[in-house]
């Protein structure tokens, strides 16, 4: 079964530095997404990306972050000056089809656990 | 008005019982309600799915009651088994994204005793 990629799985940064959380889509998915899950809390959106677009963002993601499909097969979340409170897994997800379409199946990846110190 | 709330937090269920976890909503643009479940150390994958048109959706032990009028739904494992032990979520699509973001519920934490 096709599966989303993400690398790495956990990551350690000091506070203030740049990650860079990469992701490989199933491979005839069109639409990519990033999400954050803070320990213990929900799944919340941060970013949806299309036809290398944003598509939509949430108020989450601010400034500090950047999404890029550098190579037609990564995608990729950049958090230029990370917080504490950055500290979270990131799942990166894709789907085949977009809008109103019969198939709403995202598929996830199995997330990077980012820890800021 | 975006949010779905989900009940509860936790629950416990012996081998053979049902685990029943409700989630409701206010947003009546939500055009998709699909269940997550997550165990640890992976992402959220999709179990099951309804779309408003419909009151019920069956797949095999797992069951979605949906009542459009109250905005409630609420997952049914039937013949729960220790393997069903992980974290669901319920979510919803906003309807008016183009891109389908969902969102999901807080989610709760299923154990299902031996």
């Known amino acids: 079964e096709p599966e989303v990629t993400q690398t790495p799985s956990h990551q350690v940064t000091q506070m203030g530095q740049e990650v860079i959380l990469r992701c490989v889509p199933i491979?005839?998915?069109?639409?990519f997404y990033w999400y954050r899950q803070i320990l213990g809390q929900k799944v919340e959106f941060l970013v949806s990306?299309?036809?290398?677009?944003?598509?939509?963002k949430s108020e989450i993601f601010d400034d500090q972050f950047s999404v890029e499909r550098p190579d037609g097969s990564n995608f990729t979340l950049k958090i230029r000056s990370t917080k504490l409170e950055d500290s979270a897994m990131y799942f990166c997800?894709?789907?085949?089809?977009?809008?109103?379409?019969?198939?709403?199946?995202?598929?996830f990846g199995s997330g990077t656990r980012l820890t800021v110190v | 008005q975006q949010q779905v709330k989900q009940s509860p937090q936790s629950l416990i269920v012996q081998k053979g019982g049902i685990s029943i976890i409700n989630c409701a909503y206010e947003?009546?643009?939500?055009?998709?309600f699909p269940w997550y479940q997550q165990f640890p150390g992976k992402g959220p994958a999709l179990l099951i799915a309804?779309?408003?048109?419909?009151s019920e959706k069956k797949e095999g032990r797992f069951t979605i009651s949906f009542n459009k009028s109250a905005k409630q739904f609420s997952l049914h494992i039937m013949d729960s088994q220790p393997g069903d032990s992980a974290t669901y979520f319920c979510a919803a699509n906003p309807g008016y994204s183009s891109a389908s973001k969902i969102i999901f519920g807080s989610g709760t934490r299923l154990s299902i005793r031996p």
């Open positions: 309804i779309r408003p048109d419909v």
């Open positions: 990306f299309y036809n290398n677009e944003i598509s939509e």
């Open positions: 947003n009546t643009a939500f055009d998709y």
């Open positions: 491979s005839n998915h069109l639409y």
């Open positions: 997800a894709s789907r085949e089809t977009g809008g109103r379409g019969n198939n709403y199946g995202y598929t």
